[in-house]
């Protein structure tokens, strides 16, 4: 399995970038995506999720109501629209596949996903 992602970019403050991730090799439709991020100096953290299906989403409180994720199971697609981006979601962005087949719970935790994609660096300026 392939996951590419692509989108990232240098913005001000307030304003929008939308990260896209494109999955080769297998089954995507059958598997929850997730996106994490990886400011400097710190940890990678969980940021959003999909389910396989797409009626399920969750989101880290700091982008709720900012960020949204998407899918498009033809293209074999996750997306992560980003708006009112602040200092603070700088970072590099990457997606990863849900380990589990049609999971129907969503994942947070870095050790449930068994694919990353290479991640793309997003910058906001203040």
């Known amino acids: 399995v392939q996951l590419q992602a692509s989108g990232g970019g240098l913005v001000q403050a307030g304003g929008s970038l939308r990260l896209s991730c494109a999955a080769s090799g297998r089954s995507f439709s059958n598997y929850g995506m997730g996106w994490f991020r990886q400011a400097p100096g710190k940890e990678r953290e969980f940021v959003a999720y999909i389910s396989w299906s797409g009626d399920r989403t969750y989101y880290v409180d700091s982008v709720k109501g900012r960020f949204t994720i998407f899918r498009d199971n033809a293209e074999n697609t996750v997306y992560l629209q980003m708006s009112g981006l602040e200092p603070e979601d700088t970072a590099i962005y990457s997606c990863?596949?849900?380990?589990?087949?049609?999971?129907?719970?969503?994942?947070?935790?870095?050790?449930?996903?068994?694919?990353w994609g290479q991640g793309t660096l997003v910058t906001v300026s203040s």
């Open positions: 990863a596949a849900d380990r589990t087949y049609r999971n129907n719970y969503y994942r947070t935790r870095e050790r449930e996903y068994n694919y």
